[in-house]
């Protein structure tokens, strides 16, 4: 028994979602669609289950980087491909959100979207939301790469794209590969300094905010800007 419809009747997730809806299901039950068959002697729930439980759950599975999903037994690439495109499609529902809500309404999507962005990367990576007048998103952009412990990253850069995007306001995010969600004294001196870059261009600097792990820290909310 390995396919959704060897399983029984009152069992199988499909036949659930249709009769009592998508937020009936658990997360292994909606993943279990996606994957819709599994291994010789373990049916799809069972490996959905598995793989939720040995990954930290559904974002943690969706966040795990596509080399590595692919050495998982049962993983191969026609599943890894439709959870790496449920993937892009939640990335893309959440910019669009972004792009026709402020930013400044649903402080939760963005750090959703920053944290599907950033949660995976192995290397620190500095983004920049370039938002308009009405704070909606206009673009996210990987500005600067670094080690695991530090990025470069040029003030006078960030300020000559916004003018270039047409940016009234910004909001700006990096990650945290060590897991530690803090702000260090060096990222409250770089915050400091893009604040005063940006502020002589009349553009605002809403916040800057620390993605780690399944953890997203806001500098703004913290007094640290």
Known sequence: MN????????????EKLLSKGPAALADSELLALILRT????????????????????????LNTPAAELQKTKG???????QLQAVLELTRRALAEELAQKPALQSPQAVQQ?????????AH?????????????????????RGTLDSAAVYPREIAARALQLGAHSLILAH?????QAQASSSDVQLTQRIGAALQLLDI??????IIAGHQCYSMAERGQM
């Open 38 to 61: 599994g291994l010789q002697g373990k049916d799809v729930l069972s490996l959905a289950g598995e793989l939720l439980q040995s990954r930290g759950g559904l974002r943690g599975l």
């Open 113 to 121: 979207y920053l944290q599907l962005h950033l949660q995976h990367k």
């Open 204 to 209: 605002r600097l809403l916040d800057h905010l």
């Open 175 to 179: 990650n945290h590969p060590s897991g």
């Open 3 to 14: 396919r959704l419809q060897d399983l029984p009747p009152d069992a199988r997730p499909r």
């Open 124 to 144: 620190e990576v500095f983004c920049v939301l370039f938002l308009d007048a009405q704070c909606q998103l206009i673009a996210l952009e990987e500005m600067f």
């Open 75 to 81: 993983l191969g690439q026609a599943k890894l491909c």
